[in-house]
């Protein structure tokens, strides 16, 4: 064996041979918390980040008393609203309340009120511009429709891109932070007066009488949102929700939520080891 091939083999192992295997870290099933009679089972049809969603069937097999996030415009949804209440479960319905997405019935209407150029990082979507436009009429016959659905809450999806100043100087939208919040404001009292709840997304700020709260965390990237917010939500008894992405440690990151927060906490984790949702607090 020669000297270079020494070198390279040693600079190979440097990098390589203690690397360890994420997926064997995850702690044993027998230490995961259990999580306390506040914290529910979360299923989500709406969110698909890496793998699959929490697809019709199985949710219907399956989740019992939890609550259950659809998106339920999509064709032959709301037929199974009913059935998926019929198990003990709450249904929340997604909505964009700050964007306009191409693929929606409602798109042209909305047209006048968006953005001209799409949003890079999700090209079918396009910021609203302003709020003080027909686009609050257009949201409000979504949630007329939700209700008569039978929904239980309506979840509010890009609720907070009126504080987002980079996207603001890049996309140009004119709606300031005032006038967002009294805009996601307006559509929550109107969700309220129709007797379901509303599901704040990834903030809680000026958002007091929002119902629950659900943040997207991702296996580089957790508890990236208010801490003090969240916990003010659990103090309050209020569904705080945890949408983990892209983890091949699930059962651990849960833990050091649960450190962090308390057992109220509901988690749902994108496992990559099995590349779909696996369901907490069951």
Known sequence: ?????????????????????????????????????????????????????????????????????????????????????????????????????????????????????????????????????????????????????????????????????NLRATYGFQVTETEGVAYYQELCTYVQSKGMKCMAKNTVDNASNFDGVLYESYNDEKNWWDQSGAQSFLDAGKLVIINHYNETSCSQVYSDYISIYNDDLSFICEDANLQKYRHYNE
Not at 2 to 20: A, H, R
Not at 114 to 137: A, I
């Open 1 to 165: 064996m020669n000297k270079p091939f020494v070198f390279v083999l040693i600079i190979f192992c440097l990098f390589s041979c203690n690397e360890t295997d994420d997926s064997n870290n995850d702690i044993d099933d027998s230490e995961i918390p259990s999580g306390s009679e506040n914290a529910k089972a979360i299923y989500n049809q709406a969110y698909q980040e890496n793998f699959e969603e929490d697809n019709i069937e199985d949710i219907l097999a399956t989740a019992q008393n939890a609550y259950v996030l659809i998106d339920p415009f999509q064709e032959g949804f709301p037929a199974s609203i009913a059935a998926i209440k019929a198990n003990g479960n709450d249904v929340g319905a997604y909505i964009s309340i700050g964007t306009g997405e191409t693929y929606r019935d409602d798109f042209d209407a909305m047209s006048p009120y968006l953005v001209s150029d799409s949003w890079g990082e999700w090209p079918d979507e396009y910021f609203v511009n302003s709020t003080t436009t027909g686009v609050l009429d257009i949201m409000k016959a979504r949630i007329d429709q939700i209700a008569l659905w039978g929904c239980d809450w309506v979840e509010f999806d890009n609720m907070d891109w009126c504080y987002d100043d």
